[in-house]
Structure formats: C-alpha cells, structure tokens
C-alpha cells in the first residue's frame, strides 16, 4: 500500500492536542493545589491525633509532589512546541504533489477559522472565577493557547514553505501522485 500521510490534518491535531493538553494540566494543577491544600490545613490535628509525626510523613511525600507540580508549567510549553515542530518535521517528510497544495491552503484556512472559537473556548474556561488562579500559573500555555490562530497560520505558512521546498529538492522518480 502507498501511505503519503496525514499532511493536511496536521493542523487540526495540533489544535486538538494544544487544547486538550491545557485543559487536562489546569484541572489536573488545580486539583492537586487544592488536595495539597487540604492535607496542609488537617495536618497540625492529625499530629494531635497519632503519636507519628504527620507533618514529616506530610513533607517526605506529597511536599515533593507539591515541587514537582510546579514543574508543569515549563513542561506544558515545551510540549506545545515540540508538537509544532514536530509538525513541521512531518510536513517535511511527506512526499506530496504540487497539485494538492491548493488542498492544503483550503484546508489551512478552515483549521485557522477554527483555532479562532477554540482560543475562545479556552478563554472561557480560563476566566472561570474557580480556574483563574490555577491557568494563571500556567504562562506559557496561556499565551499560546490564547495566540493559537496565530500560531496555526505560522505552522501552515512554515508547513507550505517546507512542502515546496521539499518537493523542489526531491530527486524525481516515477511514483505515481
């Protein structure tokens, strides 16, 4: 079978994960901010109520979570750009036609409609009074979560630049489109 890839649905992917992936670190960073939250208030009466020292116990466990957890927020924009480089390291990959380039700019300018109402979904959810402080922590994903159709038009303007350039720079063979 002759696979060429899934260059055209790249964009949508990308806005797919970006958001997903956002929306799964702000609950997953709110909640657990919350529980750590919870432990540290009943802390002091459980070291009342056991002869073990809980707040230790407290300290050695869920205190280096607590630190871990604040690691997400550098993590996440490393992730969004891998997933955006990562797609532009596919688009070189794929062997396409010069023909479906019409195809790929029809389909940049649907994907690029459609990071519009995602962005403002997420903006939504962002000013949600019980999730601010959590996504607030988050910067980096703010920002491109928030500047996603910009950040499409730039994986589709590098996308198409690199689909030229690769096709211009492939030897020519004889496989059929």
């Known amino acids: 079978m002759n696979k060429r ?7 949508i992917v990308y806005i797919a994960l970006a958001f997903g992936f956002a929306i799964i670190l702000g609950v997953l960073y709110f909640a657990v901010t919350h529980i750590f939250g919870a432990f540290e208030e ?49 688009g070189m990959l794929v062997r396409v036609n010069p023909i479906f380039f019409v195809t790929y700019i029809l389909v940049s300018i649907v994907v690029i409609v459609v990071s519009v109402p995602v962005a403002n979904a997420y903006e939504e959810i962002y000013t949600n009074p019980i999730l601010t402080e959590a996504f607030a922590e988050f ?4 920002f491109i979560i928030y500047h996603l159709p910009i950040w499409t038009t730039l994986l589709f303007i590098f996308g198409s630049i ?11 063979s004889h496989d059929p489109i």
Not at 73 to 89: E, G, H, N, P, R
């Open 42 to 90: 009943i802390t002091p009466e459980l070291d009342e109520n056991f002869s073990e020292n809980i707040t230790k116990a407290y300290d050695d466990t869920l205190g280096q979570a607590e630190e871990d957890m604040s690691l997400l927020k550098y993590v996440a924009v490393m992730i969004l750009i891998a997933m955006f480089l990562s797609l532009l390291l596919h």
């Open 139 to 142: 910067a980096g994903m703010n």
């Open 162 to 172: 690199i689909l030229i350039v690769s096709w211009k720079t492939r030897p020519i």
């Open 5 to 11: 890839g899934g260059f055209l649905t790249d964009g």
